[in-house]
């Protein structure tokens, strides 16, 4: 299949390549959908092997980017970028300022943050050359790291969890098993830590693993079985694509909610958790915490007006679980036909108003 068809299959508006000798850059920015406003998507910073499977990546990320600004209920549509290399080898001032460069040819039609291998302090070396980043430090008007908020918006949505699966809200003497326990599944735990569940976690790194440990007394496991527990809620907070053909027959959760993106290995495993009878919470609905309190910053940050919109992530479940009963479908399926469908409707909206691109606040 060649480059166009890959493109056009899944309906991408824009690939872009960005090469620069001097400093070493080699960058993909993949803008998915541009629907219901600029695409916002993070930077990865990835050592891949070849230039195919960074391409794979980003079209795959940028299109899940969408999808998750769309069920938030953001203007925002879906873009990301990779830069290929060794974060800790090939990162130089010179590489992100030629990439910030790149940034700021596409005039907003994409707007950057951070995401594996970048860091807060790049992206305010990228803002010196554009102005389309978010997620950067206080000193340039940012929100700073968005963990702690995506771990928030998590929280809320595990009480909704709760709601549909026990009747209450309660968390007390509930039980969790996170597993991986870094920047988001850390704050997790303390959030259900202060409200009283028992917490299990496990994590590849013993550094993290000890640190939840040593702050929350929490029990730990081993990363291979964590998700076998019997628990009320398992909480994946690692990589994606943990819930597969070959862990799937071994869950014992009543609940499966955490901030990993893309859990679910196919859609049809979306379908076998709902016969299992396991209420799943659609990570790109769950895990939107961390993209709406960078969107703020479009605005001008505001921190309460953030934080009040991700706590809407309770009610945001709430809505995809009864569009999944009255469909009689699984709860991944309903996500995404509720995400289809805002952007359908919004966008011949949009169609009629917007006329190019530019700042959040000049749309209105
Ligand atoms: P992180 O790298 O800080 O933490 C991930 C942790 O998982 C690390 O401690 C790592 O050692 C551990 N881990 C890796 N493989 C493991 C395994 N097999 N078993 C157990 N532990 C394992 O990343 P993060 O920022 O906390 O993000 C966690 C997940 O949430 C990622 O999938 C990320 O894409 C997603 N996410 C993060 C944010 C955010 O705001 N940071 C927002 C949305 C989604």
Not at 32 to 55: I, K, M, Q
Not at 209 to 238: K, W
Not at 264 to 286: E, M, N, T
Request: hydrophobic letters at 35%; one cysteine or more; proline letters at 2%.
């Amino acid at each position: 299949m060649n480059l166009f068809e890959r493109i056009n299959g899944d309906g991408y508006e824009q690939v872009v390549y960005c090469s620069d000798d001097r400093s070493g850059l080699r960058a993909i920015i993949a803008i998915h959908s541009t629907a219901l406003g600029p695409a916002l998507g993070g930077t990865r910073f990835y050592p891949y092997e070849t230039e195919d499977e960074g391409l794979e990546d980003v079209l795959r990320l940028a299109k899940g980017m969408t999808y998750k600004a769309a069920a938030a209920g953001l203007d925002l549509g879906g873009g990301k970028a990779v830069i290929i290399g060794d974060p800790k080898r090939d990162k130089s001032e010179a590489l992100l300022r030629a990439y910030g460069r790149f940034v700021e040819t596409l005039g907003g039609r994409y707007i950057t943050a951070e995401d594996v291998g970048t860091a807060l302090e790049d992206m305010d070396t990228v803002r010196r050359e554009s102005r389309w980043v978010t997620g950067c430090s206080h000193t340039y008007g940012g929100s700073g790291d968005p963990s702690p908020v995506t771990a928030y918006g998590v929280f809320q949505g595990i009480k909704a969890c709760i709601l549909e699966a026990f009747g209450d809200t309660e968390l007390e003497n509930r039980t969790v098993a996170i597993q991986g326990v870094g920047k988001v599944g850390y704050a997790l735990c303390g959030h259900l830590s202060d409200a009283g569940a028992k917490v299990v976690v496990a994590d590849a790194d013993v550094d993290n693993l000890a640190r939840a440990v040593s702050d929350f007394q929490v029990e730990t496991c081993d990363s291979a079985s964590i998700h076998t527990l019997p628990v009320d809620i398992f909480s994946p907070c690692a990589l994606g694509g943990g819930i597969n053909d070959d862990t799937i027959s071994e869950l014992a959760c009543r609940i499966i909610a955490g901030a990993a993106n893309n859990q679910l290995q196919r859609d049809a495993h979306g379908d076998k958790l709902r016969d299992l009878g396991i209420l799943y919470a659609p990570d790109f609905v769950l895990n939107a915490g961390g993209l709406m309190n960078v969107e703020d910053e479009l605005r001008g940050y505001n921190r309460e007006r953030a934080m009040t919109r991700v706590e809407g992530i309770y009610k945001q479940l709430q809505q995809i679980f009864t569009v999944a009963k009255e469909r009689r479908i699984s709860t991944a399926r309903a996500a995404k036909d509720y995400a289809e469908e805002r952007i359908r409707d919004i966008s011949r909206i949009r169609q009629v108003r917007v006329s190019g691109y530019g700042p959040l606040s000049d749309h209105r």
